[in-house]
């Protein structure tokens, strides 16, 4: 074969890979939500008061400036990291790989430590706005023995990365990032029975409306479950969880305490169920798997200058790799997770028929969570997995423009 | 009259890293959970070893080397927890690798049968012993909340009594383990002068050729305390 016929091959095969990737990101992609719905514009001042709309403005604000914090320090702290994180090999007298997992651990504990401050004020924040319960000295403590666990995973990650780098160089990713997807499917798959989950009392009537809806719908009834964050948070929740058998839809205590009225806790139940019925822990997965094979792919490129992931000597530089790579694609995550969580929301008003209560509910939504309905148009891009409150309102106003009621 | 077969060898020079002592506790859990797992497969090993050194009257060499392995890591993961030592150890008891660091009989010796069947109601009392020593050594040693733990993270050095300390906890309790897992047959002594070398690489404890590589922990460019040496402020 002439190395024009290689290279022609090899561009095939890019091309090919290419086309596959692009065909499975248009088909997540996809929603059930009509192409052409127009959400009209909605005056949030008008439905929840001008006073909680400023109110909720001002929160977010501040909020946003910590969460902010929160993206680029870990990039400023892994960047110094990577140049200097090696100096902390003379701290390890054990082989590559062990080497790499302490590298990777103090790196991981590095960062704990600056974005402590901002962390902190985030806290002061929450506590001030009453959405956080939590103690100061509870959070540093907390977080401190929750590195532990963090510590854990890093280590895996390490173990993988630096295990197939030293069998197959830097085509490690190749081998890698399969593994990542199988832990991901891992995860989600026992994280329903790993979160304390506890069976739902003294709602009868919201288990038969569950299974009213899945019948509709032409699913079967997912088990609902209580996850007790009171003494955590206020702030309301319920989320979609498990795979397969392992399926639960998780209510937060707060969401069911007293706030939120019957009829708008079934929107709440039949919005997770949506994501049950439309696959959409399976869809994250695959969204998942869609990037973390380039993404493995340039981390393997840039660590070569180093070496390659076979040197500990690689590990500070992956850890800012992975960070900064994991950061630039958030938009695109984000951008994703909104559109599915807007087709729960449109599944959820076909399957209950009762726009009156998501529209209570998203309003309660913003009351009880103080999350400005009509932020500035960075912030759902780096911030937002769901659709803006004044987008789930329009989306509702839509809904009853097209159905009537 | 100090020796033991089970020796203890301490190269360590008292010099702490603050960052690795503030999260030692947490850096601890990979090598907590593999010493578990590996547990494990020293309890399987150590019953299977207790039938064969019934029957041929010594233990199997292959076991004999899995068990020494297994009593060097440990050694190494809780010299490290307790502070013993300041390098994050290795995971798979590789002999020459660590400051604080065992030298153990891979050699299986001939053991008296009828010790070996009573092996497990012999250790009881020493086991009663490894809990008074070990008790207060860890309330010492221990990361978080331990007189050592706070001296390191402010001065960057670990007083030289609590290390001794902590390294003796440390040679009793794998003296103890050795005795329990057939490793000898040589009872545990609580005397602090038996088994334990301070200032001596486990090279030196060990007949080897001349031309033999001493540790990389040796190599290092660190001053091993002297046991002779007086306490350091």
């Given at each position: 074969m002439t190395k024009s016929s290689r290279r022609l091959l090899g561009l095939l095969i890019i091309g090919a890979l290419a086309a596959a990737w692009l065909y499975a990101a248009i088909r997540l992609w996809r929603t059930s939500v009509p192409d052409d719905l127009k959400l009209p514009r909605v005056d949030v001042g008008a439905i929840v008061g001008a006073s909680e709309l400023h109110r909720a403005q001002h929160f977010s604000l501040v909020l946003d400036l910590f969460g902010l914090a929160g993206l680029l320090l870990p990039l400023v702290v892994l960047a110094l990291y990577a140049k200097?994180?090696?100096?902390?090999?003379?701290?390890s007298a054990a082989g590559p790989i062990g080497t790499g997992m302490m590298l990777a651990m103090l790196g991981i504990a590095i960062l704990w430590m600056a974005m402590l401050p901002s962390n902190l004020g985030q806290l002061w924040w929450l506590r001030r706005y009453g959405i956080v319960k939590t103690g100061y000295s509870e959070m540093v403590i907390g977080t401190w023995f929750a590195l532990g666990s963090e510590f854990l995973g890093i280590c895996l990650i390490i173990l993988i990365v630096m295990g197939f780098a030293r069998l197959l160089g830097n085509r490690w990713w190749l081998a890698g990032a399969p593994v990542f997807v199988a832990i991901g499917l891992l995860v989600t798959f026992v994280q329903p029975y790993m979160s304390g989950l506890e069976p739902l009392r003294d709602h009868a009537a919201l288990v038969q409306a569950e299974h009213r809806i899945a019948k509709r719908e032409g699913v079967a009834a997912v088990p609902l479950k209580v996850e007790n964050v009171g003494g955590l948070t206020t702030a309301p929740n319920a989320e979609a969880m498990g795979l397969g058998p392992s399926r639960r839809i998780g209510l937060w205590s707060t969401i069911l305490d007293g706030r939120f009225s019957e009829p708008e806790l079934e929107v709440v139940v039949a919005h997770e169920l949506a994501h049950h019925k439309h696959n959409d822990l399976w869809k994250g997965i695959g969204w998942y798997a869609l990037f973390v094979f380039p993404i493995a792919y340039l981390i393997a490129r840039v660590t070569r200058r180093r070496g390659g992931m076979a040197v500990p000597l690689a590990v500070p530089l992956f850890l800012f790799a992975w960070i900064g790579l994991t950061t630039a694609t958030l938009p695109i995550d984000n951008a994703f997770s909104r559109r599915l969580e807007a087709e729960a929301d449109w599944t959820a008003l076909n399957a209950t028929n009762d726009p009156q209560a998501a529209k209570a509910l998203f309003v309660s939504f913003v009351r009880s969570t103080n999350e400005n309905p009509n932020p500035p148009f960075w912030d759902p891009i780096l911030f937002g997995s769901h659709p803006t409150e004044a987008q789930r309102i329009g989306m509702v106003e839509a809904w009853q423009a097209q159905n009537g009621g | 009259m100090n020796e033991h077969p089970i020796t203890l060898h301490v190269m360590d020079?008292?010099?702490?890293?603050r960052l690795t002592v503030f999260f030692r506790y947490l850096l601890y859990i990979p090598h907590g959970i593999w010493l578990e797992v590996w547990g494990i497969a020293v309890f399987v090993v150590a019953v299977l070893n207790w039938l064969v050194a019934l029957v041929i009257g010594r233990p199997a060499a292959p076991f004999q080397r899995f068990n020494a392995a297994y009593l060097r890591y440990w050694t190494t993961v809780y010299a490290f927890l307790m502070l013993v030592a300041n390098p994050f150890p290795g995971f798979t008891g590789e002999p020459g690798s660590y400051p604080v660091e065992l030298s153990v009989p891979t050699t299986p010796e001939k053991q008296s049968r009828l010790k070996t069947f009573f092996r497990i109601f012999l250790a009881l009392p020493t086991l009663v012993v490894l809990y008074v020593v070990l008790i207060p050594a860890m309330l010492i040693c221990y990361p978080l909340l331990s007189f050592s733990w706070w001296a390191a993270l402010i001065t960057g050095r670990m007083p030289r009594g609590f290390r001794d300390l902590g390294a003796n906890a440390i040679r009793y309790a794998a003296q103890v383990a050795g005795y329990a897992l057939l490793v000898t047959g040589t009872y545990p002594n609580?005397?602090?002068?038996?088994g334990m070398a301070l200032g001596e690489p486990v090279v030196a404890a060990v007949p080897v050729a001349p031309a033999m590589e001493a540790p990389p922990a040796a190599a290092e460019p660190t001053a091993p305390e002297a046991p002779e040496a007086p306490s350091e402020k």
């Amino acid at each position: 074969m002439t190395k024009s016929s290689r290279r022609l091959l090899g561009l095939l095969i890019i091309g090919a890979l290419a086309a596959a990737w692009l065909y499975a990101a248009i088909r997540l992609w996809r929603t059930s939500v009509p192409d052409d719905l127009k959400l009209p514009r909605v005056d949030v001042g008008a439905i929840v008061g001008a006073s909680e709309l400023h109110r909720a403005q001002h929160f977010s604000l501040v909020l946003d400036l910590f969460g902010l914090a929160g993206l680029l320090l870990p990039l400023v702290v892994l960047a110094l990291y990577a140049k200097w994180g090696h100096c902390f090999m003379k701290e390890s007298a054990a082989g590559p790989i062990g080497t790499g997992m302490m590298l990777a651990m103090l790196g991981i504990a590095i960062l704990w430590m600056a974005m402590l401050p901002s962390n902190l004020g985030q806290l002061w924040w929450l506590r001030r706005y009453g959405i956080v319960k939590t103690g100061y000295s509870e959070m540093v403590i907390g977080t401190w023995f929750a590195l532990g666990s963090e510590f854990l995973g890093i280590c895996l990650i390490i173990l993988i990365v630096m295990g197939f780098a030293r069998l197959l160089g830097n085509r490690w990713w190749l081998a890698g990032a399969p593994v990542f997807v199988a832990i991901g499917l891992l995860v989600t798959f026992v994280q329903p029975y790993m979160s304390g989950l506890e069976p739902l009392r003294d709602h009868a009537a919201l288990v038969q409306a569950e299974h009213r809806i899945a019948k509709r719908e032409g699913v079967a009834a997912v088990p609902l479950k209580v996850e007790n964050v009171g003494g955590l948070t206020t702030a309301p929740n319920a989320e979609a969880m498990g795979l397969g058998p392992s399926r639960r839809i998780g209510l937060w205590s707060t969401i069911l305490d007293g706030r939120f009225s019957e009829p708008e806790l079934e929107v709440v139940v039949a919005h997770e169920l949506a994501h049950h019925k439309h696959n959409d822990l399976w869809k994250g997965i695959g969204w998942y798997a869609l990037f973390v094979f380039p993404i493995a792919y340039l981390i393997a490129r840039v660590t070569r200058r180093r070496g390659g992931m076979a040197v500990p000597l690689a590990v500070p530089l992956f850890l800012f790799a992975w960070i900064g790579l994991t950061t630039a694609t958030l938009p695109i995550d984000n951008a994703f997770s909104r559109r599915l969580e807007a087709e729960a929301d449109w599944t959820a008003l076909n399957a209950t028929n009762d726009p009156q209560a998501a529209k209570a509910l998203f309003v309660s939504f913003v009351r009880s969570t103080n999350e400005n309905p009509n932020p500035p148009f960075w912030d759902p891009i780096l911030f937002g997995s769901h659709p803006t409150e004044a987008q789930r309102i329009g989306m509702v106003e839509a809904w009853q423009a097209q159905n009537g009621g | 009259m100090n020796e033991h077969p089970i020796t203890l060898h301490v190269m360590d020079d008292l010099r702490r890293s603050r960052l690795t002592v503030f999260f030692r506790y947490l850096l601890y859990i990979p090598h907590g959970i593999w010493l578990e797992v590996w547990g494990i497969a020293v309890f399987v090993v150590a019953v299977l070893n207790w039938l064969v050194a019934l029957v041929i009257g010594r233990p199997a060499a292959p076991f004999q080397r899995f068990n020494a392995a297994y009593l060097r890591y440990w050694t190494t993961v809780y010299a490290f927890l307790m502070l013993v030592a300041n390098p994050f150890p290795g995971f798979t008891g590789e002999p020459g690798s660590y400051p604080v660091e065992l030298s153990v009989p891979t050699t299986p010796e001939k053991q008296s049968r009828l010790k070996t069947f009573f092996r497990i109601f012999l250790a009881l009392p020493t086991l009663v012993v490894l809990y008074v020593v070990l008790i207060p050594a860890m309330l010492i040693c221990y990361p978080l909340l331990s007189f050592s733990w706070w001296a390191a993270l402010i001065t960057g050095r670990m007083p030289r009594g609590f290390r001794d300390l902590g390294a003796n906890a440390i040679r009793y309790a794998a003296q103890v383990a050795g005795y329990a897992l057939l490793v000898t047959g040589t009872y545990p002594n609580s005397s602090p002068y038996v088994g334990m070398a301070l200032g001596e690489p486990v090279v030196a404890a060990v007949p080897v050729a001349p031309a033999m590589e001493a540790p990389p922990a040796a190599a290092e460019p660190t001053a091993p305390e002297a046991p002779e040496a007086p306490s350091e402020k």
